[in-house]
C-alpha cells in the first residue's frame, strides 16, 4: 500500500464516522469526495505494483510463479463459509445452508402464473390459445421416435425451430448482424424504426411441462414420442453443493432439466408460436431474448403499431406462465437525420401500465447499440476492458507491445493530419464563401441604387415635361390678357412669376405600382398603429439606407390614404431635380393640396391667391413662410374631423 492510498483511507473513515453523527450536505460531500480519493488511490496503487512487477519480471522471469502464487486458487486454502440472514436470525450451519438454496432454486417459479398452475394437466390446455395456434399452422407435421437416444430426439425437434431460434446455423453474431441490417436498410429508406426489448424472469425455470406436452402433441408427436418426452419431465431433481456440502435431491416441477442435451432445443420449441401473435411488426428471438421492431415513415405511427405489438407479447407471457417485467422494457427509437426528431423526444408507450420513455442505448445479445444506430459505446466499453488487460497481463511480449504502440501511434498522425487538412478546405471555404456574399450584397446595393435612380430621373422627365405644358399654357393666356388688357392684376404677376404647384400624382402611382403587398407588413401595421392613436406625437419618421424602398413605402402608405379618405397632402423631394429641392416648393405644394382638403385652411389663407401672393414676397425666409403658410392658419382652424396624412419623401434631399 501505498501512503497516499493510506492517508485516503483514514480520511474516507474519518468522513465516514463525521456523517454517520451529522447528516448534512457539507459532511456527505466530504465522505463522497475521500471515498472516491481511496477507490482511485487503489486502483493507481494496483496498476503501479503490477507495472513494477512486470519490469521486474523481465530481468528476473524464474520469479513468475511466487509473484502469482498468492493468488491463485488452492483446494488447500481454507474457505469462507457462507452465512445467511433470514428473518432476523444469522444462519452458519452449512448443512442449513445447502437445504436453503435447494427449496429456493427448485421452487423459485412454482408460484409463476398462479399457484394453480401446477396443478394444471396436459388436457387443461386443449383451447389454449397457443395450443390453437400451432394446430393451424403446423398440421402437416408428424413427428415419431421410440429410440432413447438424445441425437435422434434433437434431430426431430430440429424440425420445429424457426430461423428466428438458436441452433448450428445460427449464432449470436449472424442474428445481430439479421436484425441491424433490417434496421439500417428501414433507415437508408428514410423510415423510423422502434424497437421494444422485453424482459423475462427466471424464463429457463418458468417452462411448464404439461403445456410443453400439449403443444409437442400440436406439432403432431405421436403417442410413443410424447410418453418418451413426459418421462423426460418427470422427476426431475437437483441439488446444491457449496464447500463440499451438498444438499438432498429436491424434486423441480417446472423448468427445463439442468445439464440436458435438450434444454436449449426445449426452450426454443416453448416461443415457437410467440411470432404468431404478433402481426404487423417484426419479431426476433434469441434464447430468452426477445425484440419486437416496427419501421415507418413517422414516429407517432410506428409508436402506436408498436404499443399495440407490445400488449400482444406480454399477453402471450402470461398465457404460457411466465414472468414479464414491463418495468424493465425498453425501447429505442432510430431516426433517419433530420426527420421526427421532436416526436422522438416526446413519444410515450403505454404497456401494462407503464410509461416507457426511449432510451439512448440499447443492449441487444450482449451488444450495446445507441440510437444512430451505431455501436462507439459497445466499442469504447470493449476498449476499456482491452486496456486493462493489457495493463494486467505481465506476460505479453515487449516487442508487440512496441509495435502495436507505433502503429497506433502512425494512425493518431493520420488522424490528426487529415483533421488538420480538412479543417483548413473548411476555413478556405468559409473564407470564399463569405467573400461571394459580401460580393453580392454590394452588387445588390449598387443594383438598387441605379434602380432607384433610374426612377427619380423617370419622375423626373415626367414632372419636367407635365411643367413644361403647364408654362406653355400659362404663356398663352398671359398673352391673351396682355392683348386683351394694357393693366396687369397684382394676382396675375403672381401667378407670372410663381412656377405652378407640384402635386406628385405621378410619384405616387409610380412608386405605388412597385410595392408587392406581402413586403415590409411590419412596417405597415406598425405605421397604422401609430396613425390610430398616435398619443403626443403628431411626426412618424421613416430611416434608413439609400435603395432600401424608403420611397415605394412612403407612396404606398399615400396611395393608401388616398383610398381611405385619410390623404392631405404629399411631396416628394428630389436632390438632383431643380423643380423639388427648394423649400419654397415643398411649402407651396403642401399648402395648396391643404386647401382642397380643408375648407377652413383655404379660407383662412385666401385660397390660391392668398398662397401665391406669400409666395411671391421675395422677402420671407422660409421660417416666416412656414408659419404664414401653414403654423398660423392651421392653429386658427377648427380640429379636423378625421386624421389626415402628410407624406413627405426623401426630406434629406
Known sequence: MTNEWKRAIKNKRKYAQT??????????????KWRNIATRERR???????????????????????????????????????SIRINDSIIRDQKKVVEIFGDYFSTMANEIGGKHVLQLGKEDFNTHLSVEAIRHSYHSLHF???????????????????????????????????????????????ECVAVLSTDMSNAFDSLHHALMTKKLEAYGFSDVSLELMHSHFTEQKNCVKINGVTSTWKEQLRGCPQGSLLRLLLWNIIPNDLPLSVQTSNL??????????????????????????????????????????????????????????????????????????????????????????????????????????????VTVDPDLVKVVQQDLNALKNDVDKLAFEKEEERKKLKTVLQDNVTTLEELAGRVSKIEEDQCSLTVAVKITQSQMGQLKSQQEDIKEDQSGSSELKPEDVFRFDVSEIASCGADITFFAERHHPDTRKWFLDDFHRWFENPGESRVYVLRGDAGVGKSVMADALAQKSIKAGNFGAAYSCRHNDGTRNNPRYLLRTIAFQLCKCNVQYNSVVEGE??????????????????????????????????RKLIAIDALYA
Open 19 to 32: 456523517y454517520a453523527r451529522n447528516r448534512s450536505p457539507e459532511t456527505w460531500e466530504l465522505k463522497r
Open 44 to 82: 493507481k496503487a494496483i496498476k503501479d505494483y503490477w507495472a513494477q512487477k512486470s519490469s521486474e519480471l523481465k530481468t528476473r522471469p524464474r520469479d513468475l510463479f511466487q509473484t502469482f502464487n498468492p493468488s491463485l486458487n488452492s483446494k488447500n486454502r481454507d474457505t469462507t463459509n457462507i
Open 144 to 190: 415419431r421416435f421410440n429410440k432413447i437416444d438424445s441425437r435422434v430426439v434433437e434431430n426431430e425437434l430440429k424440425k420445429l425451430n424457426t430461423p428466428k431460434a438458436t441452433g448450428k446455423t445460427h449464432s449470436c453474431e449472424t442474428n445481430l448482424i439479421r436484425v441491424t441490417e433490417d434496421w439500417r436498410i428501414a433507415m437508408d429508406d428514410k
Open 284 to 393: 426476433f428471438m434469441y434464447a430468452d431474448d426477445h425484440q419486437v421492431y416496427q419501421s415507418g415513415p413517422s414516429v407517432t405511427a410506428i409508436i402506436s403499431e408498436l404499443t399495440n405489438e407490445a400488449e400482444n407479447v406480454s399477453r402471450w407471457y402470461r398465457e404460457n406462465f411466465f414472468h414479464a417485467n414491463p418495468k424493465k422494457y425498453q425501447v429505442l427509437v432510430m431516426t433517419p437525420r433530420n426527420v421526427d426528431k421532436e416526436a422522438k423526444d416526446e413519444c410515450i408507450l403505454d404497456i401494462d401500465n407503464q410509461k416507457l420513455k426511449p432510451t439512448a442505448n440499447l443492449r441487444v445479445l450482449g451488444v450495446n447499440i445507441n440510437d444512430k444506430l451505431s455501436f462507439t459505446g459497445h466499442i469504447r466499453d470493449i476498449c476499456k476492458i482491452k486496456r486493462a488487460i493489457l495493463c494486467m497481463n
Open 609 to 642: 391667391g392668398g398662397i401665391r401672393k406669400f409666395l411671391g414676397n421675395s422677402e420671407m425666409g422660409i421660417q416666416e413662410l412656414f408659419t404664414k403658410l401653414l403654423q398660423e392658419p392651421l392653429a386658427k382652424c377648427s380640429a379636423f374631423f378625421e
